[in-house]
């Protein structure tokens, strides 16, 4: 049976900078059920006269007791995010409900090799599959590819660069490139996938996560390399007032 979801309080117990628009918050959630990874939650602000708004995010993190991660992006004039990038502080208290998502999950017990495609904060989902890969000591190759527009918007960026047994990170640049880059800048493309990915008969599990434009044309790019459509699992996000 499922857990019916209820609105817990959530106290803001750690903040990470990860960019110069997006910030990582650590929340302590009294008596939190736990997690997969690739899951979501719901977060509801209120007003002091009565008005409430709320969005989902990504989990950014594995489940580790009473702690839930969340990596945030800033959408200019929405309600919500500003709020939780510019504005909280550790000890402010939020509401959480969750978690949400069944689907876009990798369990430790997983076998297959993985492939992550992430564009922009797309990658916080995937980062918390990396991460329970590794909390459980578990050896399923992993290889990720996160699209981005300049290095300047990497999210986990020193994390990502310590090296990992069994983790291959490509980075694809859509608007900039850095020096001394390989690749060109510009959009995902089949060799990217060819390259940086599985081959279609490992039967890999692949995890897309980021804009609905984004996800939609790499899963058509996958499709089109071979990969079978029930091992290509998606999640997207477009505007929704942030």
């Not at 399923?140 to 699209?147: E, K």
Request: hydrophobic residues 40%; contains cysteine; charged residues 25%.
């Amino acid at each position: 049976m499922r857990r019916r979801l209820t609105w817990q309080a959530a106290r803001l117990r750690e903040v990470r900078t990860e960019t110069a628009t997006a910030r990582t918050l650590v929340f302590e959630v009294p008596g939190w059920p736990g997690h997969l990874a690739g899951q979501h939650v719901d977060v509801r602000l209120t007003a002091d006269d009565g008005y409430t708004a709320q969005r989902s995010y990504s989990l950014s993190a594995p489940a580790d007791g009473d702690l839930v991660e969340l990596t945030v992006e800033t959408v200019p004039d929405g309600e919500v995010s500003p709020y939780l990038t510019e504005v909280i502080e550790p000890g402010d208290q939020v509401e959480i409900r969750g978690p949400v998502g069944g689907w876009f999950v990798w369990r430790p017990d997983g076998k297959a090799p993985v492939l992550l495609v992430g564009g922009g904060s797309g990658i916080a989902p995937l980062m918390a599959m990396i991460r329970a890969r590794r909390q459980a000591g578990s050896r399923v190759p992993f290889r990720l590819l996160y699209s981005l527009r300049d290095q300047d918007r990497r999210y986990y960026a020193a994390e990502l660069r310590r090296p990992e047994p069994g983790l291959d990170v490509s980075y694809l640049y859509t608007r900039a490139a850095p020096a001394g880059a390989a690749r060109p800048a510009g959009r995902i493309t089949p060799a990217d996938l060819a390259e940086g990915g599985w081959p279609a008969d490992f039967a890999p599990d692949c995890y897309v996560c980021g804009p609905t434009g984004f996800v939609e044309a790499a899963a058509d790019l996958l499709l089109a390399l071979g990969h079978a459509p029930a091992r290509i699992r998606t999640e997207r996000f477009g505007p929704t007032g942030g």
